[in-house]
């Protein structure tokens, strides 16, 4: 019987020992001093950014465009070589120049010939001979009264019209684009710093 009423005792004591101990913490939470804490937040504001746009503009680009064209010219020929023949049983010479019609067209070659006699005196003839293409012929004149000395000549070949190309410079308009930089006002965010009371406990947690 005393045993019993010691443990009773006892358990009593330990309730009441535990109680004051839960009662001493939650006085200490609850009534426990406050004390300034700082931390950061993130706040947005206004701010500019820079960037880059690709804007089209109208610009005149030169190109070039083959562009055929007719054009006259002459046939081509070489000179193979000339000659002074006096005419038998007559006071008078032949004058031949030999032309080689180099080309493949066809065609009248005029041929005018500055003579000069033995005599000293100048005469000018003219003669003309139509040539085939790739082909060669003399081109003769007769001057009578005196033998020739000497003579020069010039030449007229026949023409014929053929069409070459040329690049001609053009311009156009045309779409090109270039970087123009531009500014937008986007939503940015910085660091500040901030207070607030908390109490020991927190702090000590925190």
Not at 55 to 71: I, L, Q, S
């Amino acid at each position: 019987m005393v045993q019993e009423k010691k443990r009773d005792h006892l358990r009593r004591n330990l309730l009441l020992g535990s109680g004051a101990i839960v009662v001493a913490a939650l006085l200490f939470i609850f009534l426990a001093p406050v004390v300034p804490a700082t931390y950061i937040e993130k706040e947005p504001y206004a701010g500019n950014e820079t960037y880059i746009e690709k804007e089209p503009y109208a610009a005149n680009e030169t190109y070039y465009e083959v562009e055929p064209y007719v054009v006259t010219v002459s046939l081509s020929y070489t000179v193979a070589g000339t000659s002074i023949q006096n005419v038998l049983g007559q006071i008078a010479s032949d004058c031949v120049v030999i032309i080689n019609n180099t080309d493949t067209n066809s065609g009248t070659f005029s041929v005018t010939y500055f003579l000069v006699t033995m005599g000293g005196a100048t005469a000018t003839k003219y003669s003309s001979q139509f040539i085939p293409g790739s082909t060669q012929q003399g081109v003769w004149v007769r001057h009578s009264g005196d033998y020739i000395r000497s003579f020069a000549y010039s030449v007229a070949a026949p023409t014929k019209q053929v069409i070459q190309y040329r690049n001609v410079q053009k311009t156009r308009e045309v779409t090109l684009y270039r970087d123009v930089e531009k500014v937008r006002e986007v939503v940015k965010y910085r660091d500040v710093e901030r207070s607030k009371r908390v109490t020991v406990v927190d702090s000590i947690t925190d």
